[in-house]
């Protein structure tokens, strides 16, 4: 996690540059204070399980502005609820990532292909579930996630947004980034530091 707050805040700029040719231009803000939320509850709450790390990265996204900031947290939620042990086995994290995947799909109501922070969630919800069934273990697991997430980020770029704020622009959108879909890429990338 500490590896994905680094670099979150290196990112901010760019992502709230990238947010602004498509949507409002906080994401980047709003990340970085939620991922400020999160440290602070962290070290205030140090976590037991990754479990709990989760759920305390959950309620730093959860209390943050706009509309990305709680999709997160519901997305980090539903992987802190998916175990409580003291190690995160590989199906408990392709578990957690498809039930917060689900959720921010039902509550947001957007699909693989909209042009939002789903198109690189589903992919690597998807690949974890390929990686279990395959027999891999974590680091296998979160660098095929990783690799998925990624190509679902890039393919944002020349999609036409049907959710979110990207949504109202139209064409304007395309050529652009997703920057919800950039951060899920970029918290794959992370945990494989």
Known sequence: MASFQRRSEAEAT?????DRRAGDGDFGANIRRALRRVERRLDEA?????????????HGF?????TSGPLFGLWFRGIGQASDAPVMTLAALAKGVDVGTATVQRLGKARPGDKTMVDAMAPAA???????????????????????????????????????RAAYVGDLARGVLDPGALTVALFFDSALA
């Open 126 to 164: 998807d690949a974890l579930a390929a990686a279990v069934a395959d027999g891999l273990d974590v680091a296998g697991g979160v660098a095929l996630a990783a690799e998925a997430a990624r190509a679902g980020a890039l393919a944002t770029e020349s999609m036409r947004a049907r959710r979110g």
């Open 62 to 66: 959860l209390n943050t502005g706009g």
């Open 14 to 18: 760019e992502l709230g540059e990238l």
């Open 46 to 58: 140090p976590p037991a399980t990754p479990g709990e790390l989760f759920l305390g990265v959950a």
